[in-house]
């Protein structure tokens, strides 16, 4: 296995820790955990596309993490039922929020930057 990939696939585990507990104290802003969760989506795609260029994994996992923001706005009751269980209401979420967008946004950016210089600097 690719030795970016495990990198990738082991932040993207610790990120979903951290994330997790983020959600447990009450002092982390909500913000925090949706930046992490773009982060997450972040280390997946570049886990899944090592040869990519990380601009483009930045651009897709942008746009993942906005869809399913805007999915959010989809009101079926089989996609509803599905984000009131633990699992939907992790990885869909619940309610669309502006916030949200600016949140993944700083999340894959601050990324985008930390990605750059630790390939750079591992050459990996």
């Known amino acids: 296995m690719n030795k970016r990939r495990i990198y990738y696939l082991v932040a993207m585990a610790v990120t979903i820790v951290i994330g997790l507990l983020s959600r447990k104290l009450s002092f982390v802003p909500a913000e925090t955990g949706d930046a992490l969760w773009a982060v997450m989506v972040f280390c997946l795609c570049r886990a899944v596309m090592v040869r990519q260029r990380l ?21 079926w009751d089989w996609l509803t039922q599905f984000r009131s269980t633990t699992f939907g209401h992790l990885v869909l979420g619940q309610g669309f929020l502006w916030q949200d967008l600016v949140a993944y946004t700083i999340g894959i950016a601050t990324i985008y930057l930390c990605a750059m210089w630790f390939e750079k600097k591992s050459s990996i």
């Open 55 to 75: 601009f483009v994994i930045a651009l897709i996992s942008l746009l993942i993490s906005y869809g399913v923001e805007a999915s959010q706005l989809i009101q």
